[in-house]
T-cell receptor, first 112, second 115 residues
Framework: AAGVIQSPRHLIKEKRETATLKCYPIPRHDTVYWYQQGPGQDPQFLISFYEKMQSDKGSIPDRFSAQQFSDYHSELNMSSLELGDSALYFC???????????FGSGTRLTVV | AQKVTQAQTEISVVEKEDVTLDCVYETRDTTYYLFWYKQPPSGELVFLIRRNSFDEQNEISGRYSWNFQKSTSSFNFTITASQVVDSAVYFCALSDPFGNEKLTFGTGTRLTIIP
């Protein structure tokens, strides 16, 4: 069965650089979520999109932005990276009907 | 506001012992979903179970079982005859009424199975 695909798996950036993370949801899933998991922490909700529109927003810094495209894939853009942005970033998707909340394998971002 | 509490930060048991991971939640919603995820050292979040708040039946899947008690707002997870491969961080999570919205996670329980 198809899963949620995230790319890249690993990313190393320097402070003040920009990073773009990509997420390809399961086919026919119409909602995408982004989570950030710092070292030793639980995943924290950043933002979600339903049918290409932002549906909810969590503790996402102003330096971060995201969008969902016509093919339902989503990108998380992070600018002016800080050391504290080093984390695992997960994308998840869910279908129009109940349930089926599935996470991708995550992107590990390291800011040096 | 929703809240999930996993009071056990770390647990260590000897292989083949049974172990229970506790999860207590708070929500004002009458309908909600509860989840358990496993996060092995490799980092991915592995889905274990999703439970609707209206379904209070306990569930068993192999060595895993879940005890949902709405009266005490708890959704505990038991591993029977633990194995070294069960070593991981386990997260309990709570979603909104339709299960299609953001998840609120507990802080996780790090389980170590000693050979």
């Amino acid at each position: 069965a198809a899963g949620v695909i995230q790319s890249p798996r690993h990313l190393i950036k320097e402070k003040r650089e920009t990073a773009t993370l990509k997420c390809y949801p399961i086919p026919r899933h119409d909602t995408v979520y982004w989570y950030q998991q710092g070292p030793g922490q639980d995943p924290q909700f950043l933002i979600s999109f339903y049918e290409k529109m932002q549906s909810d927003k969590g503790s996402i810094p102003d330096r971060f932005s995201a969008q969902q495209f016509s093919d339902y894939h989503s990108e998380l853009n992070m600018s002016s990276l800080e050391l504290g942005d080093s984390a695992l970033y997960f994308c998840a998707s869910s279908p129009p009907t109940e349930g089926g909340y599935t996470f991708g394998s995550g992107t590990r971002l390291t800011v040096v | 506001a929703q809240k999930v509490t996993q009071a056990q930060t770390e647990i260590s048991v000897v292989e083949k012992e049974d172990v229970t991971l506790d999860c207590v939640y708070e929500t004002r919603d009458t309908t909600y979903y509860l989840f358990w995820y496993k996060q092995p050292p490799s980092g991915e979040l592995v889905f274990l179970i999703r439970r609707n708040s209206f379904d209070e039946q306990n569930e068993i899947s192999g060595r895993y079982s879940w005890n949902f008690q709405k009266s005490t707002s708890s959704f505990n997870f038991t591993i029977t005859a633990s194995q070294v491969v069960d070593s991981a961080v386990y997260f309990c999570a709570l979603s909104d009424p339709f299960g299609n919205e953001k998840l609120t996670f507990g802080t996780g329980t790090r389980l170590t199975i000693i050979p």
